[in-house]
């Protein structure tokens, strides 16, 4: 499946000093895993346009953009070559999962739960079965630059 984004624009929803994260579910081979809400910008879109838009539909949340907070290369061989991430203050509290409006992403996987996570440990992250290295690398930088850790 050939993608026509090449940058991921996500957003780091930090409410109370905790993250929001997204878990897609896969449907054909059951695998889960946490990341950051996201996705490609559409024509005509700003950055910022893009994540509010990404935001409330993976996470039915309204959100606030306040600045773009990381540029991070993408892993070779994957579907994004580039990720920015905005640190985004939602308007509201009630998060829930949302879903996915590209045939192409909806097809592969849903968007089955969201989670709040503690910037000040890891401890209680979600296990690196379902989280990622990359994942668990750009939330480590984020609580560097917004001096969590």
């Not at 992250?125 to 939330?139: A, D, E, H």
Request: proline share 5%; glycine share 6%; hydrophobic share 30%.
């Amino acid at each position: 499946m050939k993608y026509k984004y090449t940058t991921r624009y996500q957003g780091a929803i930090i409410l109370n000093d905790q993250i929001l994260l997204i878990k897609h579910s896969h449907h054909k081979y059951g695998v889960e895993y946490w990341l950051l809400p996201g996705g490609g910008r559409e024509e005509g879109e700003s950055e910022e346009e893009c994540v509010q838009r990404e935001m409330k539909e993976e996470t039915n949340l309204d959100v606030v953009v306040e600045r773009l907070l990381l540029e991070t290369a993408g892993l070779p061989n994957t579907t994004y070559r580039s990720y920015k991430t905005y640190l985004c203050n939602p308007l509201t509290n009630n998060a829930q999962p949302g879903y996915e409006p590209e045939p192409e992403a909806s097809e592969l996987y849903e968007i089955s739960e969201v989670g709040w996570f503690d910037l000040h440990s890891e401890e209680k992250w979600p296990s690196s079965q379902v989280l990622n290295r990359f994942v668990f690398q750009m939330l480590k930088e984020i609580q560097k630059k917004l001096t969590y850790i």
